[in-house]
């Protein structure tokens, strides 16, 4: 949120939301480039670099969601589902927490015959077994990295202004920050070397293949509501 700018934005993990926190840190007068700011920063809440809603009144909270401006970016959800398993279950920089939290859990119940030090880490969850996971989860007890976009942004209660889709990001960030008038003060940053990597959706791709036909459809019917809503299709990944 950005009071100075009278602006609310829903972050959704694994939607860019690591590079919108920066540009609103150089909005707000807290960094002068986007660039310089760790990933660290962004999401340490304790360094109070943002206020969000629920440190409000409720009188405050409708203020603002009544008149401030309003925004969110979504992705496909299969591709923020395999962005998310890659970053937490593979990326070989990342922490071990989910795999502590998640990992264990997930191969202790949906593994066969796990050996002795996959349970005791969490190491080496498949996508298959993520997957498992995900479609015997109640969606309200998920974690907030593949929690539903219903349950996270709430977009049939709220008026968004502005709703723009991961798969044009640089595009509808130029023109949202055209629309909010800041865009002489702020780019929104560019990873140099994404083009050198595989587009998501031929990752994504990859990762389906393991999966069965009733696995997929079982997991579609879980995040239906987010493919309903965005306009997205599993067509791709039958």
């Given at each position: ?99 502590e939290m998640y990992g264990r859990r997930i191969i ?91 587009p998501t959706k031929v990752i994504a791709k990859e ?7 009733p696995v997929k459809e079982q997991l579609y019917k ?17």
């Amino acid at each position: 949120m950005s009071d100075r700018h009278k602006l609310l934005y829903c972050y959704i993990p694994k939607v860019a939301c690591s590079n919108w926190k920066r540009v609103l840190m150089v909005m707000n007068g807290d960094a002068a480039d986007p660039w310089s700011i760790k990933t660290a920063d962004v999401h340490n809440r304790s360094l109070g670099y943002f206020r969000y809603l629920n440190q409000y009144s409720p009188e405050e909270i409708v203020h603002r969601l009544s008149t401030y401006y309003k925004f969110l970016f979504v992705r496909h959800p299969f591709e923020r589902l395999v962005s998310a398993y890659r970053n937490k279950f593979i990326d070989s920089y990342n922490l071990t927490l989910f795999k502590e939290m998640y990992g264990r859990r997930i191969i202790r119940k949906y593994r066969h015959n796990p050996d002795v030090k996959s349970l005791e880490t969490g190491e080496g969850v498949s996508f298959s077994e993520f997957v498992e996971f995900i479609n015997n989860s109640e969606p309200d007890l998920m974690d907030w990295h593949w929690k539903l976009y219903d349950m996270l942004c709430h977009p049939c209660l709220i008026y968004y202004d502005f709703i723009g889709k991961f798969e044009n990001l640089y595009t509808e960030a130029d023109q949202l920050l055209r629309v909010l008038q800041v865009n002489e003060d702020v780019q929104f940053p560019q990873n140099k070397s994404s083009r050198y990597r595989l587009p998501t959706k031929v990752i994504a791709k990859e990762y389906f293949k393991s999966l069965s036909a009733p696995v997929k459809e079982q997991l579609y019917k879980k995040y239906m509501h987010d493919f309903e809503m965005f306009g997205y299709s599993m067509e791709d990944y039958l």
